[in-house]
């Protein structure tokens, strides 16, 4: 369905806090007559209007409807445009009650405001340059965060990280542009000859930047989204053990008996700051037992859609040939090899072990001795051991496309200056991947575009 925005001289409201009961709920007025809207639902107790009232400046006083009095409030004053959108806005705190905010929006919207779109507020931010297209992008992002780590990219994105990288790259192109274009253009002029190599540097340097971009993605997507893992293994190796050690609660049934666990147990769980949806399955072996066996099959079904597998052995006992088997089932997976019961005596084949799987974890699921290797391994394997969230990446799939879109554009120009073409043919190339980092920042993006990035967000935001 397509979101019309409304125009700036219209005054929006809608509740910022989450739709259910709460200590606190808000409504946030935005627009030309944020304060005229507000004084007609917001009376003060010591009778002062909001309409004379500094930025920065709080009230407390009673909100009212058409009904009568629907709760007390403190009404919080911003002036343009020192505020979120660069407007006048006015936010009304009342108690968080559904039907209580619900009721003040009501009177709000009745007072003369408009509903807001989604993210419209965000929206009229990026519009009134309070924030580029990459930091209005990670509002949602730190909304939405899982964990640590994407908390950590999300934040930084707002405060700019990602935008500054972008600008360098920009600006390295930009720069190499302007003087292919004045040495082409006023030949005798003084100005200094670009030669090859110039050029060179300048596009590789770019595109060094621009793929290590599109290389922190995937790691990322990892911290943001979180990564479908699978612990499998045969019966009594410790899996179940393993899914309640990083639950760190009872989420599967332990026994000492084989078999106990014939279903998925599925869990959410945050490793190193990475959210990891783990499926505790099955444990895999050859079985008659009709129930155990669908068990089996539904736990080859997980390994083979699972983006990590921790494919647990039993370290006191010896190798089978339902390891082996699901070593061989996990042949270009992801994977981390767990040897649980490390507390025990040591009879599994280890040598085997280091041969099938590069990554390896000594651990003991019942003391939880190895937490820390696991997730340090997992953090290789998963490739964020290396990516520092705090210095911007990129969030979206628009990023992602418009980067990589940029990278083309680069490309294009090292292939046309090894190919010898003119530098003119470089310069176009250039140009065209300047456009397109200027549009990933939102300086040239299309109005489409702008709606399209904001058409997700949350009413209220």
């Not at 660069?86 to 408009?114: D, F, M, P, Q, W």
């Not at 680069?410 to 190339?429: K, P």
Request: glycine content about 8%; hydrophobic content about 40%.
């Amino acid at each position: 369905m397509e979101i019309k925005y409304h125009p700036p001289g219209q005054t929006i409201a809608a509740i910022s806090t989450a739709q259910a009961p709460g200590a606190v709920g808000i409504v946030r007025i935005s627009g030309p007559e944020a304060q005229q809207v507000a004084d007609r639902v917001f009376v003060s107790a010591h009778g002062k209007r909001l309409v004379d009232l500094p930025g920065y400046r709080a009230l407390y006083g009673h909100v009212y409807g058409k009904d009568g009095e629907i709760d007390e409030a403190i009404a919080l004053n911003f002036r343009a445009p020192a505020s979120f959108t660069g407007e006048n806005v006015v936010e009304l705190s009342c108690h968080g009650g559904i039907y209580v905010t619900r009721s003040l929006l009501k009177a709000v919207l009745e007072a003369g405001a408009v509903p807001a779109g989604p993210g419209e507020f965000t929206r009229r931010a990026f519009l009134n340059g309070k924030l580029g297209l990459t930091e209005a992008e990670s509002v949602m992002e730190i909304i939405g965060a899982a964990g640590q780590q994407a908390a950590k990219a999300a934040l930084a994105g707002h405060d700019g990280a990602l935008e500054k990288k972008i600008i360098g790259v920009r600006n390295t192109l930009t720069t190499l542009a302007a003087h292919l274009d004045a040495w082409a253009d006023y030949p005798e002029d003084d100005i200094p000859q670009v030669t090859s190599e110039e050029i060179r540097t300048s596009l590789a340097s770019a595109k060094e930047e621009l793929e290590k971009l599109l290389r922190s993605f995937e790691a990322g997507r990892a911290m943001r989204e979180g990564v479908e893992t699978v612990i499998a293994g045969r019966p009594n190796v410790g899996k179940s053990t393993l899914m309640n050690l990083l639950a760190g609660c009872e989420r599967s049934i332990v026994t000492q008996y084989a078999g106990t666990t014939r279903d998925v147990v599925e869990d959410t769980v945050l490793l190193g700051g990475i959210p990891l949806r783990l499926a505790d399955t099955a444990g895999i072996r050859s079985t008659e037992d009709p129930v155990e066996k669908i068990g089996v099959e539904r736990a080859y079904e997980r390994i083979r859609s699972a983006q990590l597998i921790f494919a647990v052995f039993d370290s006191s006992a010896e190798l089978d040939d339902s390891d082996r088997k699901l070593t061989e089932a996990l042949a270009g997976t992801p994977c981390i090899a767990v040897v649980n019961k490390s507390d025990l005596p040591q009879k599994i084949n280890m040598e085997y072990i280091r041969q099938h799987y590069n990554h390896i974890v000594i651990l003991s699921a019942a003391s939880g001795k190895g937490l820390e290797d696991l997730e340090r391994e997992t953090a290789k394997v998963l490739d964020t051991a290396n990516i520092d969230p705090a210095e911007g990446m990129l969030l979206t799939e628009r990023q992602r496309d418009t980067a990589r879109r940029a990278l083309d554009c680069v490309e294009e120009a090292q292939a046309a200056l090894e190919s010898g073409m003119t530098f003119d043919a470089v310069t176009v190339s250039v140009e065209a991947a300047v456009s397109v980092l200027l549009e990933l920042t939102g300086e040239r993006a299309t109005e489409a575009v702008v709606d399209s990035v904001f058409h997700n967000f949350c009413v209220g935001k």
